[in-house]
């Protein structure tokens, strides 16, 4: 059964930093053959697909939201994703999903039928 699951959420000042991970799992997602990426949707406010990073890691794709603060990295070995999150606002506060065996290129990020989807993670910056 394949499976996405985040973790690294929590509450922190405006300024701040988190690290989200993500790890997949399941026979179809072993491989680490396919791209992986974050979106989030905060409260009243359509889902925002904010970067991804493709099978090799050499492509990435990034919000202009989120460009410049947040990087995103993956560990294709055990099939694991990060995101580092620096200079956080309170527009960034969000649930946050991470995706596998997602659509990414350099401008965009984008789901399919064959997407898997994480059951997210919040993320709360105070201002």
């Known amino acids: 059964q394949e499976q996405v699951v985040e973790s690294g959420g929590g509450l922190v000042q405006a300024g701040g930093s988190l690290r989200l991970s993500c790890t997949a799992s399941?026979?179809?997602?072993?491989?680490?053959?396919?791209?992986m990426g974050w979106f989030r949707q905060a409260p009243g406010k359509e889902r925002e697909g904010i970067s991804c990073?493709?099978?090799?890691?050499?492509?990435?794709y990034y919000a202009d939201s989120v460009k410049g603060r947040f990087s995103i990295a993956r560990v294709k070995s055990n099939n694991t994703l990060y995101l580092q999150m620096n200079g956080l606002q309170s527009e960034d506060t969000a649930m946050y999903y991470c995706?596998?065996?997602?659509?990414?290129?350099?401008?965009?990020?984008?789901?399919?039928?064959?997407?898997?989807w994480g059951q997210g993670t919040q993320v709360t910056v105070a201002s």
């Open positions: 995706v596998a065996r997602v659509g990414c290129a350099a401008f965009y990020v984008y789901p399919g039928p064959n997407t898997r």
């Open positions: 399941g026979s179809g997602l072993s491989s680490g053959d396919y791209s």
């Open positions: 990073i493709n099978s090799s890691g050499a492509t990435t």
